[in-house]
């Protein structure tokens, strides 16, 4: 059973518009999210996270929303540039997670920014 | 700063060969460890973690295993490869109080 979801695999975007990434989960016991971002062949870099008790979360050209009720939650990237294009893991962690910090993660979505 | 090593960077072993990857984090203490997968084209799968030295705990039943001799050693093992082991090979740690993990470059492992 897949907790957290990322139903499009990919995203293309134009240099300089927004890109809006998406992520649903199903476990309401998730209190904190996290997106990653992903070059070929090397490790994730944290990009951006949110509490759950708040709904927006802004550092630079990265905003994460997060809508409890909808269970969604979006990364908006703007204004996108070339060096954005890569994958992009949302990742959840459950009020469970306690000292241990396990995250689960979706299954990414490719961004590709056009010059 | 803390820093996170994984090597090899890419490995190609036979099928039935053993494995051993190794993950070291430097300029922390008593960190939380983490092995992740990832296979062609699907998400990050957690294999195993770590709270502290010679503490395990396995996510999911496969054919690895892995210990963790020391505070910051990591290390990713396998008494006899097969096929469905190859993937893209991750190190994470997190400090205990903090929900953020941070990833090492990775490992490339082609079983063939």
């Known amino acids: 059973d897949q907790q957290v979801k990322q139903n499009s695999p990919s995203l293309s975007v134009q240099e300089g518009r927004i890109s809006i990434l998406n992520c649903d989960y199903t476990?309401?016991?998730?209190?904190?999210f996290l997106w990653y971002k992903k070059y070929p062949a090397e490790g994730p870099t944290f990009l951006i996270s949110?509490?759950?008790?708040?709904d927006k979360n802004e550092d630079g050209r990265f905003t994460v929303f997060l809508n409890k009720s909808a269970k969604h939650l979006s990364l908006h990237i703007v204004p996108s540039q070339p060096g954005d294009s890569a994958v992009y893991f949302c990742a959840a962690r459950g009020k469970y997670g306690g000292a241990t910090n396990k995250l689960i993660f979706g299954t990414g979505t490719l961004l590709a920014v056009q010059p | 700063s803390q820093t996170i090593h994984q090597w090899p960077a890419t490995l190609v072993q036979p099928v039935g060969s053993p494995l051993s990857l190794e993950c070291t984090v430097e300029?922390?203490?008593?960190?939380?460890l983490y092995w992740y997968r990832q296979a062609a084209g699907r998400g990050l799968q957690l294999l195993f973690y770590?709270?502290?030295?010679?503490?395990i705990s396995s996510e999911v039943p496969q054919n690895l295993s892995a210990s963790r001799p020391q505070d910051r050693q990591f290390i990713l093992s396998s008494k006899k490869l097969l096929l469905s082991d190859s993937g893209f090979y991750l190190c994470a740690w997190s400090a205990i109080s903090e929900e953020t993990q941070y990833f090492g470059p990775g490992t490339r492992l082609l079983v063939l």
């Open positions: 949110i509490s759950s008790i708040k």
């Open positions: 476990n309401s016991m998730f209190d904190y």
């Open positions: 770590s709270v502290g030295i010679g503490q």
């Open positions: 300029g922390t203490s008593n960190p939380n």
